[in-house]
């Protein structure tokens, strides 16, 4: 019998925590423009800035002051976006900036969306600017084939080439290094102390996204609006 009211005590509790509101506080502050989103709970910070990379790029700043460490775990982030039920046109399923504009978020469903590992956004964004730059060299040559006329002018148009063919690889050179030390990892972030970094999410045509982020044992729920401007 005794184990029988604990269990239905703990379930009680746990029902409880669950149906719990989100009481945090969230604000805003205003750069460049755009705004950016933080909220402050127990000694905990947490910013979100997409005036940098983007809804799809966020970068997300955690500053520690709970008098405590704590391992943040980035993989953990859920990424989420409003959608029309019943409309499966990726052009179209999520425009509902006209019903959020009003705060308007019932009836709608929620899709998750895919945020990479660092590793993989590496390589997305390696193939990604490999082909801009392949596919700019396929269409110089074609108009080069049009308006060269002699030696001359096939000798400076190697030149120039090679010149692009160089910036295109110093260029992805630098985004991957970029991709290497800012992408966010799991890291202990000791108090008093502070961590930042970006993460990268598969894009969708919508203007707003949803990020839920735990930090410490708390979910601090952020609904980030591309439009959202000064």
């Known amino acids: 019998m005794k184990k029988l009211i604990s269990s239905l005590l703990l379930a009680f509790v746990c029902a409880t925590a669950m149906a719990e509101p989100d009481t945090k506080e969230y604000k805003t502050y205003v750069k460049n423009d755009h705004y950016v989103f933080y909220c402050s709970h127990n000694g905990v910070h947490v910013i979100v ?7 799809f790029e966020p970068h997300i700043t955690i500053i520690n002051e709970s008098g ?5 775990e980035p993989k953990k982030i859920k990424v989420q976006a409003f959608a029309i039920p019943g409309n ?10 006209r019903f959020l504009e009003r705060g308007d978020t019932l009836g709608f469903e929620k899709d998750e969306l895919t945020m990479y590992t660092p590793e993989k956004y590496s390589s997305k ?5 490999w082909w801009g ?3 700019g060299e396929v269409l110089i040559a074609g108009v080069e084939s049009l ?4 030696q001359y002018d096939r000798y400076w148009n190697d030149v120039d080439r090679r010149k692009r063919i160089d910036e295109d690889e110093t260029e992805r050179k630098q985004e991957l290094k970029r991709i290497s030390e800012g992408y966010w990892r799991a890291n202990t972030i000791f108090d008093r102390s502070e961590h930042e970094g970006f993460i990268g999410i598969k894009k969708v045509k919508t203007k707003h996204i949803i990020l839920d982020i735990p930090v410490d044992g708390e979910n601090y729920h952020f609904v ?3 439009n959202k401007r000064y």
């Open 125 to 129: 964004r390696n193939t990604s600017m």
């Open 133 to 135: 730059s392949f596919l």
């Open 68 to 72: 405590h460490d704590f391992v943040f």
């Open 224 to 226: 980030i609006d591309n």
């Open 49 to 55: 800035d997409p005036t940098v990379g983007g809804i």
């Open 147 to 150: 308006t060269t006329r002699d």
């Open 88 to 97: 499966t046109y990726k052009d179209t399923r999520y425009r509902v900036e």
